[in-house]
């Protein structure tokens, strides 16, 4: 389960974004927030208030 947005961008890649943040983010890997991109290829972002409890439902350990 996952609180963040989930979005793809022009080039398919899936970006996960803190849900309700207080700025808004691009789609994009130029992003403010300066996203990571992790090793299944997913861009998160973080938000802007440095919460990150929406990435524990996001991750999972296959
Ligand atoms: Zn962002």
């Given at each position: 389960m996952s609180v963040?947005?989930?979005s793809e961008d022009e080039d398919g890649a899936v970006h996960v974004m803190p849900l309700g943040d207080m700025h808004e983010h691009e789609t994009s890997c130029d992003c403010?927030?300066?996203p990571q991109e992790d090793e299944y290829g997913v861009v998160v972002?973080?938000?802007f208030d440095g919460r990150e409890d929406y990435e524990v439902?996001?991750?999972k350990v296959h």
């Open positions: 963040g947005t989930v403010w927030c300066g972002h973080n938000s439902g996001s991750r």
